[in-house]
T-cell receptor, first 111, second 118 residues
């Protein structure tokens, strides 16, 4: 399984963009990069995933480095509701999808 | 759909008692996962099922833990006897799984059951 490195915590101001980095230097060519987040007192929820090219959805954008050894989750305008722990999870495309959660990045959003 | 449903939401019990946690996955999902979250160990996978059959239970901590999935709409995680170190939040999740080699589908998590063993 690919190892990931994320900052323990980050702070952002409300309505400003947030860039959450993740290093996954041991990722294999068939691993997708998934991001989940966990709001306080809730179960994790899916945010976004990608393989090689950058991806956008209504929640966030995912920028993947050309060598795929790192990626960045981008929240374009942070809201108070985005305060959560964000997990970067490489996931083999042929796996059954059992997620291995690291420690993640705790994002705080200031009003 | 109501999402993944877990019950009870909170359980307080005494050491040595049997505890049963319940999960109803999203209708039509063919994978079901049980996770445990503690401050010390974070989120860890305990066991997962495919089409009601246990596929990997290597994360189950010891024989005191057992999980069943008698049908596609119900699963239980049982701890007997319970110990204080079992205190944690237990999450159930469900998902589809696409053809091998395609991206595994999103996992949808329930709200969790907070277990306290005194």
């Amino acid at each position: 399984d690919a190892k990931t490195t994320q900052p323990n915590s980050m702070e952002s101001n409300e309505e400003e963009p947030v860039h959450l980095p993740c290093n996954h230097s041991t990722i294999s060519g068939t691993d997708y990069i998934h991001w989940y987040r966990q709001l306080p007192s809730q179960g994790p929820e899916y945010v976004i995933h990608g393989l090689t090219s950058n991806v956008n959805n209504r929640m966030a954008s995912l920028a993947i480095a050309e060598d795929r050894k790192s990626s960045t989750l981008i929240l374009h305008r942070a809201t108070l509701r985005d305060a959560a722990v964000y997990y970067c999870i490489p996931l083999y495309g042929g796996s059954q999808g059992n997620l291995i959660f690291g420690k993640g990045t705790k994002l705080s959003v200031k009003p | 759909d109501a999402g993944v449903i877990q019950s009870p939401r909170h359980e307080v019990t005494e050491m040595g008692q049997e505890v049963t946690l319940r999960c109803k996955p999203i209708s039509g999902h063919d994978y079901l996962f049980w996770y445990r979250q503690t401050m010390m160990r974070g989120l860890e996978l305990l066991i997962y099922f495919n089409n009601n059959v246990p596929i990997d239970d290597s994360g189950m901590p010891e024989d005191r833990f057992s999980a069943k999935m008698p049908n596609a709409s119900f699963s239980t995680l049982k701890i007997q006897p319970s110990e204080p170190r079992d205190s944690a939040v237990y999450f159930c999740a469900s998902s589809f799984f696409l053809v091998a080699g395609v991206v595994p589908d999103t996992q949808y998590f329930g709200p969790g059951t907070r277990l306290t063993v005194l």
